[in-house]
C-alpha cells in the first residue's frame, strides 16, 4: 500500500490488483487552435515487483506517460492509481508529497544538485521526508552503486556514469514503491550505458522494486519482465518492429 500524503481529501478508491493502474488515460495539448492527443484512452496495470520496459518512436509520449504515473501531470481524463491513491484526486501539493514518499524518478540529464556533495544530493529529499537516518541510508546506497569513496564529491567531479550511479542511488535511497527511468542512458556512451543499467537491473532485483523505464534501448527487453511499446497515442503490449537509436 502506498504511502498517502500527510494531508487533503481522502485519496483511497476502489483499489485495483496492480501496484500502478491507468485507467483510460487521455492527454491532450492545445496548439493555437487546434488539440493535438498525445495518448489516447490507454488502460495497463504494472504489479508489484515487475520490470517493465517502455519503448516508442521520439514523440510518442513516453515522457508525458511518465510525467502523468509521476503525479508531475494531470491527464486530460481518466486516472491513474498507485498501491490504492488516485493520484488524480489529489491536490498538487499532495501529489508532491505522494510522490516524494513514493517514487524515485531517474532523469536523462541526472538532475544532481551541483552545489551539493554526492552524499548531499541523496540525503536532502531524505531530510525533506523526515526519515531520520539520512546518513546511514546515503552509505548504504552509494556503496551498493560502488561509490562509497565518493560522498564528499561534488557532481561535476564525476564521470557521467558515475553521477547516474548516484542519481539512481538517490531514487532508491527513500524505499520507494516505484521507480520511473526516462531514457536513464541517453546522456552516456553505450559502454558506460551498459554499465549504469547493470547496476540498475541488480539493485532493482535485489530490493524487489517495481519500476517503468522509457528508453530506446533495445538490449533492454531481455532484462525486462515485459516490453510496452507507445505507438500513435495508443499503449500495446510486446516489442516494436522499428529500431531507433
Known sequence: MARPPSS??????????????L??????????EQERTVLDNLNAEIQPGEFVVLMGRSGAGKSTL?????????????????????????SE?????????NIGF?????????????AE???????L??????????????????????GDSFPDLLSGGEQQRVALARALSADPLLILADEPTGNLDYETGQQVMDVLT??????GKTILIATHDRTLIDEADRCLTLHGGKLEAGVPDFVEG
Do not use: C, H, M
Not at 544530493?121 to 531530510?127: A, H, K, V
Open 129 to 150: 521526508s523526515g526519515r531520520g537516518d539520512e546518513e546511514a541510508r546515503a552509505l548504504e546506497v552509494l556503496d551498493r552503486v560502488g561509490l562509497a569513496d565518493r
Open 93 to 101: 501539493t499532495d501529489r508532491t508529497l505522494f510522490r516524494r514518499e
Open 8 to 21: 487533503g481529501s481522502d485519496p483511497e478508491s476502489s483499489a485495483p490488483d496492480g501496484l500502478v493502474s
Open 23 to 32: 485507467e483510460g488515460i487521455t492527454k491532450s495539448f492545445r496548439e493555437g
Open 66 to 90: 511518465l510525467n502523468l504515473i509521476s503525479g508531475i501531470d494531470l491527464p486530460t481524463s481518466g486516472r491513474v492509481v498507485i498501491g490504492g491513491t488516485d493520484l488524480t484526486r489529489l
Open 121 to 127: 544530493n541523496i540525503t536532502l529529499p531524505l531530510e
Open 202 to 207: 541488480e539493485l532493482v532485483r535485489d530490493y
Open 106 to 118: 531517474i532523469f536523462q540529464s541526472f538532475n544532481l544538485i551541483s552545489t551539493l556533495t554526492v
